[in-house]
C-alpha cells in the first residue's frame, strides 16, 4: 500500500483533489491568464474577472466529480 488502508484508486482520487484545489487561486501570474485575457481582446481588470470565476468552477467541479469518485470506490 502507497498510504495507509487505502488503496491506489483512493491513492490517485486523493491526488486528484489535491490537483483540482490548487487550480483555485489562479493569479496575474499565471502565463494562461494572460494567454486567455490577449487572445479574446480583454483588458486585465475583465480578464481577472473571468479567469477567477473559471478557475474557481474548474476547482470546485473538480473536486465534486473526484469526491462521487471516491465515495463509490469506498463502498466496495
Known amino acids: 500500500m502507497i498510504a495507509g488502508d487505502f488503496s491506489e ?13 490548487s487550480v483555485f487561486a489562479g ?3 499565471d502565463s494562461g491568464f494572460w494567454l486567455v485575457g490577449r487572445l479574446m481582446g ?3 481588470k475583465t480578464t481577472l474577472k473571468v479567469w477567477t470565476v473559471q478557475q ?8 465534486g466529480m473526484v ?10
Open 27 to 29: 493569479h496575474v501570474n
Open 67 to 76: 469526491s462521487v469518485v471516491y465515495a463509490g470506490v469506498s463502498l466496495l
Open 56 to 63: 474557481g468552477l474548474q476547482s470546485l467541479i473538480g473536486f
Open 42 to 44: 480583454m483588458d486585465v
Open 9 to 21: 484508486l483512493q491513492v490517485a482520487c486523493i491526488v486528484l483533489a489535491t490537483a483540482a484545489g
